[in-house]
């Protein structure tokens, strides 16, 4: 059996960590007494830095930063593990488990003649049925919807591999389910539609009245994971979450070139919405984006390691007492000069929306960027909107640098 040689980075690691060692021993033995918790602090640095070292060289991981990343995009056969994605999920959707434990459903037809009798092969058959399914696409796709794609529960629309567009339409709604994930997907244009037929399950077709033009709406939905999507310019929100929805995060998304960006909680009167928990993570507000970075309602919301380069009236707001813990994110104000506040408190006076529980946590402010805060500091309501360790700021253009939907290839990461 051949011995390894002195130059393979494995044995190279161990003779510099045994030599380490050895020198620290010699240092201790030969200095006052130190404190043995110091001595093991230093020895996990050095042995911290030497692995960090060996991660630059590639020896390691093809690591990012990014938790959710970090979780697939190294595996070159990614292709060929596309459930292990629903385990990837952090924050306070992290048990989505979309159609984890289904089988593989490969969308062929683009098409969405009817929408009460979708064809076998579209991405609205797909989404109907009762069953747990992983949704992936034949090839890249230019899908126009007739009328909203209303899902069922326990189905991920996985777009990875193609260039898939849902836009020029209605698109999806989440409307009384549960476990969907929602990945790589260029979600734009969206147009109200209504007044109409749709199916909504193999069993069951009904009327719907007009809907938002929402790009994702989310209503009375539960266990909700939006990752890695596009999304521009639809008629309301890009993404929404109410009446009741919860346990829900939206993460990696690059979002532009819109008004309303995100509304999370129905409605000031709608106290039904004061359990809602999201995490907005790693995504990128970017530009021609106006307001409703979200804005939220109620609930608890934990906004954390996003990069905001643009927003024109102001980034995160909210009304009815919600509560909002920002970590870690990028604020970088726009140069108009009355809008360099990133919060807005909304429809009520400041002797009531003081009380509110928002802060400010390592955030980077830029260009005269300034976060209002507002409560008590070391509310215990933090806890609640709390949903994962926030990396520094200093780390989020990193973090976030391949928002949205990826391009990715058979055969070699992602």
Same mark, same amino acid.
């Given at each position: ?21 050895? &020198? ?17 602090? @230093? ?12 991660? +630059? &060289? ?14 697939? *995009? ?15 999920? =952090? ?9 984890? $434990?289904? *089988? ?14 979708? #064809? ?8 109907? @049925? ?10 890249? /796709? ?8 209303? /899902?069922?529960?326990? +189905? ?9 567009? =849902? ?23 969206? #147009? ?25 709406? =989310? ?11 596009? &999304? ?27 008004? +309303? ?11 039904? $919405?004061?359990?809602? @928990? ?14 409703? /970075? ?18 024109? /009236? ?9 509560? =909002?813990?920002? @970590? ?8 108009? *000069? ?20 928002? *802060? ?23 806890? +609640? ?20 939907? &990826?391009?990715?290839?058979? $055969?070699?990461?992602?």
């Amino acid at each position: 059996m051949a011995m390894p040689s002195a130059s393979s980075p494995s044995l190279s690691l161990l003779v510099f960590l045994f030599c380490l060692l050895t &020198l620290t021993l010699i240092a201790v033995s030969s200095a006052p007494v130190q404190d043995p918790e110091l001595v093991v602090q @230093q020895v996990q640095r050095s042995i911290y830095n030497a692995s960090a070292t060996r991660r +630059k &060289l590639g020896y390691l991981s093809c690591g990012t930063g990014n938790p959710i990343d970090d979780c697939w *995009r190294c595996d070159p056969n990614w292709e060929k593990n596309r459930q292990r994605l629903a385990d990837c999920a =952090i924050g306070f959707g992290k048990g989505a488990i979309g159609g984890r $434990d289904g *089988r593989i459903y490969v969308v062929t037809d683009s098409g969405d003649d009817d929408p009460v009798t979708p #064809k076998p092969g579209t991405l609205r058959h797909a989404v109907i @049925q009762e069953e747990p399914l992983w949704i992936i696409f034949e090839r890249d /796709m230019s899908i126009k919807l007739k009328e909203e794609l209303i /899902m069922n529960s326990f +189905k991920t629309i996985d777009g990875r591999g193609a260039s898939v567009h =849902i836009s020029g339409g209605p698109c999806i709604t989440i409307q009384f389910v549960t476990n969907i994930i929602i990945h790589g997907l260029n979600i734009h244009d969206c #147009k109200q539609g209504g007044n109409a037929m749709v199916r909504d399950s193999p069993n069951h077709f009904g009327w719907r009245t007009v809907s938002d033009g929402d790009g994702v709406s =989310i209503f009375g939905g539960s266990h909700v994971w939006v990752d890695h999507c596009s &999304l521009s310019n639809c008629a309301d929100g890009l993404i929404d979450a109410i009446h009741g929805s919860t346990a829900i995060t939206i993460s990696n998304n690059y979002m532009t070139h819109h008004d +309303k960006v995100m509304l999370l909680g129905h409605s000031d009167s709608y106290t039904q $919405d004061k359990n809602m @928990q999201v995490t907005i993570a790693f995504n990128h507000f970017g530009e021609g984006l106006v307001q409703r /970075m979200p804005r939220c309602r109620h609930g608890y919301f934990h906004v954390v390691n996003n990069d905001y380069t643009h927003w024109e /009236m102001y980034a995160i707001g909210g009304s009815a007492n919600p509560t =909002i813990n920002s @970590q870690g994110n990028r604020f970088s104000a726009p140069d108009i *000069r009355f809008s360099k506040e990133v919060t807005k408190h909304e429809d009520a006076p400041e002797s009531e929306w003081k009380n509110w529980n928002w *802060r400010s946590e390592g955030d980077m402010l830029i260009n005269g960027a300034f976060f209002t805060a507002s409560g008590a500091g070391a509310s215990s309501s933090y806890a +609640k909107a709390s949903s994962l360790g926030a990396r520094p700021s200093s780390l989020v253009g990193s973090i976030t640098t391949t928002s949205g939907a &990826l391009n990715c290839r058979k $055969d070699s990461r992602c």
